[in-house]
Structure formats: C-alpha cells, structure tokens
C-alpha cells in the first residue's frame, strides 16, 4: 500500500484545513490585494458559503421559533389559569353581592313587623309539578316553626307552612293552583281573591265586584280577613284588569312581587303580631 494511500485521510484534513486558511485569507484582503488565486477561490467556494450561512441561519431562526414558542404557549397556559382564577373570584364576589342584596331585603322586611317573632331559612327542594307550587326550607319544629306560619320573601308575600318537621318545613307558594289569598286594592281598598295559576309570574284576581276600581300598576295587599294571612303585605302588582259588560265580577290579573323563580331566603312568622305596610316591604307607601 502507497504512502498517499495510508495517509489519504491525514492528507484531506490538511487539504480543508489549507482550504479554509486560503478562503480565510482571501475573504479578509480588500479587493484590490487579491491575486488570481485568491478570486478563483471566492468564486469556487461562494455559493457553498451562502448555501452553509443560508443553513446555519435557517436552524438558528428554527431554534428561535422554537424557543419563542415554547415560551409563549408557558405564558398562555399562566394567563389561561390566571384568567380562570379572576372569573372564579367574579363569580364568587357576584354572588356574594346578590346574596348580601336578598338578606338586605329580608332584614328591611323583618324590621316593618311589629310583634312578631321570625327565623330565617334558605330554600333546599322545589317542587317539580307546575300544578303544585311547594317548597322545602331548612327550619322546622325545632326552630319554632308551626302550621300555618307566614313565609315572606324581601319584597313581599310568599306563602303559607303546609308541611314541618323537626328540622324541615314545606310552603305554599301563592302561585300555587290550590292557594287563595284575601287581598285589598292599596290606593281603593277594593277587594278581591288572589288565586295562584301554576306559574310563577301571574296570579288571577278574582271575585272583584263590576264596579270596582281598580287601575293598571295598583298594588295589592293582604286584607288580614281570615286571619291566614296579617294586613298589609304586598302581594303584586295588577297588569290586567277585564272590564265585562254583563255580569256581576270582573277579573284582574297580577304580577307577583316575590320573584319565584330566584327565590333562595325566606322569613318565617312564628307568632301573630301587626305589620306596618311600607316602602322597605316591597315599594307600599301611605
């Protein structure tokens, strides 16, 4: 075997390396200085320089993508899980709000009772039947809770105790299809039955005398005839009056001022007493 033969390896080396110093030294002349050797070799290696920066380049701006990449999608996932930690404490301030808005309404409504003894409750079971308007409340014979008690939301009527136990009662809503209760006109003094019709915003009013004068937007309120229910509690609003040209009694239809559909807190009245009607118990003025 030659010697060239043993030492190609050895000699190609040498060969780059003598290479890289000619272009080395070829690239760092100023224009004017370079021989023909030294043009000819700018010429030969000058795409293989660009092809090797273009490649060089190309991975760095990879890397940099990449590297840009992963630290935008770490940022994301922070302002991702920030972002739901705020929305989670939104939540929680909005309904501490409305919750501080209801129990302000009940405290109002508690303080225009006169002699009577009340316990607060949350709502824990709603009925499921349209026809049967009931629901379930967390206080019962142990907190004093008897049939027949009066249960108010913040803004007015809400209804009656049908059902308690030792730490549970059930309510009557006046929305209920089975619930009558005896009103007055607030601005007339006519009076009426409101009967519940199974939905949560309209109650019929019924057995109004032909001549009875009651207007669009009057209010209505408990008479106290029975003893049911105390005087002067709100129970709705008329939006519809029918005006019949026969017949002995007309009908008006109310909305009802407890918002059923949102009812969470409600009074309970222990023992019989007298309310003063007023702005607080749900807009009655004198």
Not at 50 to 67: F, R
């Amino acid at each position: 075997m030659s010697w060239i033969a043993r030492n190609k390896s050895r000699l190609f080396v040498a060969f780059l390396f003598l290479l890289s110093f000619l272009i080395y030294q070829a690239n760092t002349k100023d224009e004017r200085d370079q021989n023909w050797l030294d043009k000819s070799l700018l010429f030969i290696t000058a795409p293989v320089q660009h092809a090797m920066v273009w490649a060089v380049d190309g991975v760095v701006s990879a890397w940099n993508d990449y590297v840009w990449l992963v630290d935008v999608a770490e940022e994301n996932k922070k302002l991702k899980k920030h972002i739901g930690e705020l929305q989670a404490k939104l939540v929680d301030y909005d309904e501490t709000v409305s919750e501080n808005e209801r129990l302000r309404s009940l405290v109002n409504m508690s303080a225009r009772l006169r002699g009577y003894s009340t316990v607060g409750a949350r709502v824990i079971a709603l009925s499921t039947s349209p026809s049967s308007q009931v629901i379930r409340v967390d206080v019962g014979s142990s907190d004093g809770v008897s049939l027949g008690d009066v249960v108010l939301s913040g803004s007015g009527l809400a209804g009656r105790v049908t059902a308690v136990g030792y730490n549970y009662s059930e309510a009557q809503l006046i929305i209920d299809s089975r619930s009558s209760v005896d009103v007055a006109d607030y601005r007339s003094r006519a009076r009426g039955m409101i009967k519940g019709q199974g939905v949560e915003d309209i109650c019929l009013v019924d057995h109004l005398v032909r001549t009875a004068d009651v207007k669009l937007g009057d209010r209505m309120l408990t008479s106290g005839i029975g003893g049911t229910y105390p005087p002067g509690l709100l129970v709705g609003t008329v939006v519809s009056v029918t005006s019949p040209k026969v017949g002995v009694f007309r009908k008006a239809f109310i909305e009802p001022s407890t918002d059923f559909s949102t009812l969470e807190e409600v009074l309970v009245l222990r023992r019989k007493g007298s309310f003063e009607p007023g702005e607080e118990q749900g807009g009655v003025n004198h």
